[in-house]
């Protein structure tokens, strides 16, 4: 069974401290990728990756970065966070493009920024 | 662009009701479809997909028909239990190097 996990599920978090937000996963998946979570917006797409070192912007990149220097791990990066952060966060895998294939999420990282 | 359209809920029925959660999609193309379930503090998972036109899916009692001509993949289910309460989504796959579309999630609550 595919596998992702994320290093925290619950986190708390002060006005303009930088936060990571760490996922791995153990199926040599090529895609990764970083959403938010809110109630009545659904998934919004913060950034993926389809390679190590490569990036692409999703909907709504503003505000965050990330980074992918091993092909298991994808981290997300709070610079400076902010309390319009405080969202629920949920890594995913995606083996290819063809579409065969599903995404495999993490539990999901609860943020809230005071 | 491609788009999913998704009832809105919350969705409230009595154990043993029929389920259905309408989805609509627009896509160029010839995307797969597929429906994911969230269940209490849990990430999504796969519920079930069709990756072709007249495809049917199914998995734990519910089924989708992949509709090419509605363009809909509508989720149903005959007799649901108080443990199918969890948000479900519809999603779209355009088969493209590109990002997956999500529709905003339909909350279900099943009522013993």
Redesign the interface.
């Known amino acids: 069974d595919v596998k992702v996990t994320q290093s925290s599920r619950y986190l708390v978090k002060r006005t303009g401290e930088k936060v990571f937000l760490e996922c791995v996963q153990d199926m040599d998946h090529e895609n990764m990728f970083w959403y938010r979570q809110d109630p009545g917006l659904g998934l919004r797409l913060i950034y993926f990756s389809y390679d190590v070192k490569m990036k692409e912007k999703g909907d709504i990149p503003e505000g965050y970065s990330v980074s992918r220097e091993k092909k298991e791990r994808f981290s997300l990066i709070l610079e400076s966070a902010s309390t319009n952060q405080t969202s629920m966060y949920l890594c995913a895998t995606l083996p290819g493009w063809q579409g065969v294939y599903e995404q495999y999420f993490g539990p999901g990282t609860r943020l809230t920024v005071t | 662009g491609d788009s999913v359209t998704q009832m809105e809920g919350p969705v409230t029925l009595s154990e043993e009701a029929f389920l259905t959660i309408n989805c609509t999609y627009t896509a160029t193309g010839?995307?797969?479809l597929?429906w994911?379930v969230q269940y209490p503090?849990?990430?999504?998972?796969?519920l079930l997909?069709a990756?072709k036109a007249d495809d049917k899916g199914s998995n734990k009692g519910f089924e989708a028909t992949y509709r090419k001509e509605t363009t809909s993949f509508h989720l149903e289910k005959g007799s649901v239990q108080v443990s199918d309460s969890a948000v479900y989504?519809c999603?779209l796959?355009?088969?493209?190097?590109?990002?997956?579309i999500?529709?905003?999630?339909t909350r279900l609550h099943i009522l013993p």
């Open positions: 010839y995307p797969s597929f994911y503090g849990e990430g999504l998972q796969l997909k990756t989504f999603a796959n355009g088969n493209r190097d590109d990002k997956i999500f529709g905003k999630g």
